[in-house]
């Protein structure tokens, strides 16, 4: 009883600012629940479509051609546009939902898809183009995540972009990446179809996905993401500290095989003298730092600087090429997958990143919060 119901625990996330996701890709509709919201925060639908629509399929010849509007409605939590600090649910339809598109790949687990390793776990098959294993799930949390970060704007002056950086071997070239930091907008990210911030690069990366698009192949890519304004002092050491709860985040996300924060990898090749961040007192009188090699986070606790990391997306794994496989017997077969799906996820990927930070953020925050309430003066 006790695995039983901690596994009811697994489509939620968060300790203080939590949500619970629920729904499935071709099922009647997609959604979550969200605990932990303050009350007396002016919230809307107009606050939250914003990013569904950013996160939505069939927005470009970029996408997948599935059509959905992905409209959000306030199920509760909130009355005459404030919230009431009870949970908030909000709900999208599915309404271009097509299961039958499946049926031929029913005795089939798709190549590096997820239909064999739920059909183990589970023992059974979802008929319903992945079921949970789809990106429609991610729908709940673009949607909580844009609760989220509303609440951070309101109160911290939060401010969480995210945009492409690479698709394939295409990536933006940027002799100083800090400054890229600290002035890339969403309205510069919204300007290309592909969601990078280079016009040049841009350019080069939708031609690639077109070009695999038409060839029924797929692509990965690489998206960065910055969170500017955090304050000093959030993260839970040991085990729950704050880049290990935005790699829980990220890597939680469908497609994600990657994840590094600050330097990263290539931090691996700088010598001790060459990675420390010097503090020095700023402008705003506070003490900061002059570079920001640790990604605004040391010890697991931010320490004021920007917060930016990396998440990188593998190509998607249903494609419509002939893939030479076994179905779930073992029998030798020839698959070309069926069904509407991206060449590449990174462009609707975006605030799906940036809803992950802000559900974070919005944990970490709380906690402290209630930390700093506790102090003894």
Known sequence: VEVYLYSKRMSSFGRVFRITTFGESHGKGVGVIIDGVPPNLKLTEEDIQPQLTRRRPGQSNLTTPRNEADKVTIQSGTERGITLGTPISLFVPNEDQRPGDYSSM???????????????KYGLTVSSGGGRASARETIGRVAAGAVAEKWLKDKFGIEIVAWVSAVGD???GSDNPHADMAKITRADVDKTLVRCPDP?????????ISSLKEQKDSIGGVVTCVCRNVPAGWGEPCFDKLEAM????????????GFEIGSGFEGTK??????NDPFVKKENGQLGT?????????????NGESIYFRVAFKPPATIGLDQHTADIQGNDVT???KGRHDPCVVPR???????????????????QMSRKAAFVN
Do not use: C, F, W
């Open 106 to 120: 029913s005795g089939i687990p798709r190549p590096s898809h997820a239909d064999y390793t739920y059909q183990v």
């Open 170 to 172: 295409i990536s933006i």
């Open 200 to 208: 040049e690069a841009a350019e080069k990366m939708a031609a690639l």
């Open 246 to 257: 935005l790699g829980h985040a990220m890597l939680s996300i469908p497609a994600t095989k």
């Open 270 to 275: 700088m010598r001790g003298s060459q990675h």
């Open 290 to 302: 002059v570079t920001n090699n640790s990604g605004g986070i040391q010890g697991g606790i931010s």
């Open 335 to 337: 698959l070309a997958a």
């Open 349 to 367: 990927a975006i605030s799906i990143v940036e809803a992950m930070a802000a559900l974070v953020l919005a944990d970490a925050a709380a906690l």
